[in-house]
């Protein structure tokens, strides 16, 4: 049977992924949204930092990332003047560094989808009065909807997996910071590899679920657009 304490990391690290996907799909739709239709030439900078996480070690995003919330780190400074103190080793710590490292996961689908969209709908919604906010939540959304489900599936699946990013923020403290990845590896040191197949064959099969349905939901659409 599973211990206590690996449900509570389950359960932790479920929690951690929902806030995570859910600040990323709002934080990810106006960036991605500039990115696919500014003109700006040197949109490449912002898409180049953005895919930063993609290639960068885990480690050195939590390295970066630990300095900068510590006492002396530009947010360490921010959140002590707003009397939050550190968010080092705590829920919201790992929720900034889970935000950042699976950026890219969200932004990336998003971009691609607003940038498919038909723009001559776009035009005939504001030759008839329609205004920006109308014309985006009215056409642009309902159109994107398959590169949010992308989007929302991919963020909350990388966010299932972190593991240096976590360790290096978040530590290990039970109940708090304690996410399955970090008990996984706790569990395998100690030599209790039922605890840890449990664990990992949970996040498996979350993993492919998820996968398996956004999948089966695009080749789904396809076959419908094909049919009209």
Excluded at 39 to 58: D, F, Q
Excluded at 183 to 212: G, K, P, W
Aim: aromatic content about 10%.
């Amino acid at each position: 049977m599973i211990d206590p304490s690996s449900i509570t990391a389950l359960y932790l690290t479920l929690q951690l992924a929902v806030v995570s996907t859910l600040i990323l799909l709002v934080l990810g739709t106006p960036l991605s949204w500039w990115l696919a239709r500014t003109p700006w030439k040197g949109r490449s900078i912002i898409e180049a930092m953005v895919a930063l996480p993609i290639v960068l070690p885990p480690t050195v995003i939590g390295f970066y990332l630990l300095l900068a919330l510590g006492s002396e780190g530009p947010i360490g400074v921010l959140t002590a003047f707003l009397g939050i103190g550190s968010i080092n080793f705590s829920f919201a710590g790992l929720v900034l560094g889970s935000v950042i490292y699976s950026l890219p996961f969200v932004v990336q689908p998003l971009q691609h989808a607003f940038s498919q969209l038909d723009d001559k709908q776009l035009e005939a919604a504001a030759t008839l009065g329609a205004s920006n906010a109308d014309r985006f939540f009215s056409i642009a959304i309902p159109q994107a909807k398959k590169g949010y489900l992308t989007a929302g599936v991919l963020g909350f699946a990388h966010t299932l997996g972190e593991f240096g990013v976590v360790l290096m923020i978040g530590g290990n403290i039970p109940g708090e910071t304690r996410v399955a990845s970090i008990a996984i590896y706790d569990h395998v040191e100690s030599m209790q590899y039922s605890q840890a197949h449990y664990l990992s064959a949970t996040l498996l099969v979350i993993s492919f679920l998820l996968l398996l349905i956004t999948y089966v939901t695009q080749h789904k659409k396809r076959e419908v657009s094909h049919v009209h």
